[in-house]
């Protein structure tokens, strides 16, 4: 749609949004969104600032009431392994998400939950964007708000795997700081947490107190190794201090 | 950038004599072709080092002395330059300078050596020898004048923080690679990793002594990194090389560099003189790597202190919340000097990007995502190596 917010991603990097495109056009592909590195990419870039992420492509999707999932389906149309599934030469990650009841989250631990409601919510909330390339032709795909990104984030922040912990956890930490620091200035971003799904913003406060803000200092040597911008303890605690506070109010 | 901080001390004796005095021996790195820009350098740190201290002023009066100030007393000094000096080596500087005051500007100088010198000092006041070590200490002498700066760290760090992993260079004293000599051979033999350059040819390339670049190449053999046919060892000759990648300076500059001015700044050349490159993520993404950086604030290697000095005052300093591009010198002069055109456009399009093999060691510097890209890295362009 042309009223859609635009994205230009860098010359060379064209062969993602084939990758995007030939994912959508996939016969029978369900609705996806866009989260993870490259989201977080794009929305820091949209706001002025340098970002690094690698080249997959992690996606959000509807889940089937009848098979095949969307993982599938991708794997047989474009002729790979569901894992790791590859879709014109570019790893994609997809997580399937549900619409989720209160009654089901409480048999849930509180990683899962919070991975059930960010992911869907994120899915929900996202806004078709147009991606483009200099000089190639657009690909409109929904992108994750700022505020479903970190939500979604936190998860992969606050209960990684042993394995994520050990090769990711600066990265992870860096994607959620950049986004706090560059759209929760005004509040807004707490704000629009604050007005997702229940007990998300408690949830997303816990994990940002407990990650960056119970040792900033440690937080903010562990994302220096991975940003392209430096980054003191000062401005780890000026940035996530009234995000939580915002997100508890 | 480049402020001298950790000031513990300085200590001004005002009873001097004002004679001063100029000329003196000439260049001691005359047999080297990078000689006047090694000279240049070490003349720039002195000079930033001494701008940062009350009471102390260090200036270039000619092509190898400076004018240095301690209070009221003013005398000419010879810069010599060396990576590292010891005891035996300050004897042969004494032999080879009978006459005048000196300034040695070196990376390391050994405690015997610096007795030595002050020893000598005491008993020939008219041959008066003073000397930046660049891991701690700027010492001037001259009669009664004596004005002395320690501080912890290298010479021009900066005290603010660096991104991307990136450290400023500082001597290393361990490990097998422990210099620019070390770090010129070992970037040397992964550019080429299949025809060993000789040792000659890498000292000639990179401006040291063949003995430096001999000494080097004899560390890496005795750490296994290179093979008995002179080949590299790799990946692990890249991983060594990645530990001590480190720019002797970063700063973040306000405006992009148009071709004119790159120009003008002697920026722009053959592929193999020396010259400005492009770095960053968008030249890594030119040549293959996997990797989506948002943001077009480009990383660009100058050669050394004096180009990126010429470019900083260019392109107008600037702070890492507010900056255009990033001026770095790069860790060897090869970086300069093995220029490449990228296989796609990558801007500022004038400038040539540098080697892939200077763009890994860049996203090695980032311990996740920068390693992650890197294992997905298999450069397309048959012409070269995958060497990490």
Not at chain 1, 213 to 242: C, F, G, K, Q
Not at chain 2, 31 to 56: C, H, K, M, N, Y
Not at chain 2, 189 to 205: H, K
């Amino acid at each position: 749609m042309s009223g859609d917010p635009v994205m230009i991603l860098p010359h060379g990097s064209e062969f993602l949004l084939d990758a995007v495109r030939a994912v959508l056009a996939t016969p029978g592909m369900s609705d996806v969104a866009l989260v993870g590195g490259l989201a977080v990419t794009l929305h820091v870039a949209a706001a002025g600032d340098d970002h690094r992420a690698t080249t997959d492509i992690d996606l959000v999707t509807a889940s089937t009431t009848s098979p095949p999932e969307a993982v599938e389906l991708l794997a047989a149309a474009h002729g790979s392994p569901p894992h790791p599934l590859q879709v014109a030469g570019v790893r994609v990650d997809l997580i399937s998400t549900h619409p989720f009841a209160a009654t089901t989250l409480d048999t849930l631990s509180d990683a899962d939950q919070l991975f059930a409601i960010s992911h869907r919510w994120a899915f929900e909330q996202a806004v078709p964007t147009q991606l483009a390339t200099r000089g190639s032709p657009v690909v409109t795909v929904p992108v994750a708000t700022v505020a479903g990104v970190v939500a979604a984030k936190s998860h992969a922040l606050g209960y990684p795997t042993a394995v994520r912990r050990a090769t990711k956890r600066a990265a992870d930490l860096l994607d959620l700081f950049r986004l706090v620091d560059l759209y929760d200035r005004d509040g807004s971003l707490a704000a629009a947490i604050v007005a997702g799904p229940d007990e998300l913003a408690r949830r997303v406060a816990t994990v940002a107190e407990t990650e960056l803000l119970t040792n900033p200092a440690l937080a903010a040597h562990a994302m220096a190794l991975a940003s392209l911008a430096p980054i003191s303890t000062d401005a780890v605690i000026d940035a996530v201090e009234p995000f939580v506070a915002g997100l508890r109010a | 950038m480049g402020a001298y901080h950790e000031v513990s001390s300085v200590r001004l004796l005002s009873d001097i004599d004002h004679t001063g005095r100029t000329g003196g021996p000439m260049n001691d790195q005359a047999t080297s072709t990078r000689a006047p820009r090694r000279l240049d350098d070490a003349i720039e740190v002195a000079t930033q080092i001494a701008a940062a201290v009350r009471g102390i002023d260090l200036r270039r009066d000619g092509a190898d002395s400076v004018t240095i100030r301690v209070g009221p007393s003013a005398w000419s000094a010879t810069v010599v330059t060396r990576d590292a000096l010891s005891i035996g080596g300050a004897r042969t500087l004494i032999d080879r300078h009978p006459s005048g005051a000196c300034l040695i500007v070196a990376h390391q100088i050994s405690a015997d050596a610096k007795d030595f010198l002050a020893d000598h000092n005491e008993r020939h006041p008219g041959r008066q020898w003073s000397w930046l070590d660049q891991r701690g200490e700027l010492a001037l002498h001259h009669g009664a004048a004596i004005g002395v700066v320690d501080r912890a760290g290298p010479a021009h760090r900066d005290p603010a923080p660096l991104p991307g992993g990136w450290r400023l260079a500082a001597p290393i004293s361990g490990g097998p690679i422990r210099g620019r000599a070390g770090i010129g051979y070992g970037v040397a033999l992964l550019l080429s990793p299949t025809r060993a350059p000789s040792i000659r040819e890498v000292a000639r390339r990179i401006g040291m002594s063949h003995g430096a670049v001999g000494t080097a190449s004899l560390l890496l053999r005795e750490y296994g990194l290179v093979r008995s046919d002179g080949r590299p060892q790799v990946p692990e000759l890249f991983e060594a090389v990645a530990k001590v990648w480190q720019p002797p300076r970063v700063t973040p500059v306000r405006t992009v560099p148009s071709a004119a001015v790159a120009a003008r700044l002697g920026a722009i050349g053959a592929a193999d003189d020396d010259g400005w490159c492009i770095g960053g993520d968008n030249a890594a993404l030119a040549w293959g790597a996997p990797v989506m950086s948002g943001g077009s604030r480009p990383w660009i290697w100058v050669p050394d202190l004096a180009s990126a000095r010429r470019a900083e005052r260019a392109l107008v300093v600037g702070s890492w919340d507010d900056h255009a591009a990033v001026i770095a010198v790069a860790p060897t002069p090869l970086v300069g000097t093995n220029r490449c055109p990228p296989p796609r456009p990558v801007p500022p399009e004038f400038l040539p990007t540098a080697h892939p093999v200077f763009l890994a060691l860049e996203l090695a510097q980032d311990p996740t995502r920068g390693r992650e890209i890197l294992a997905g890295w298999q450069p397309v362009e048959t012409e070269f190596t995958r060497v990490w």
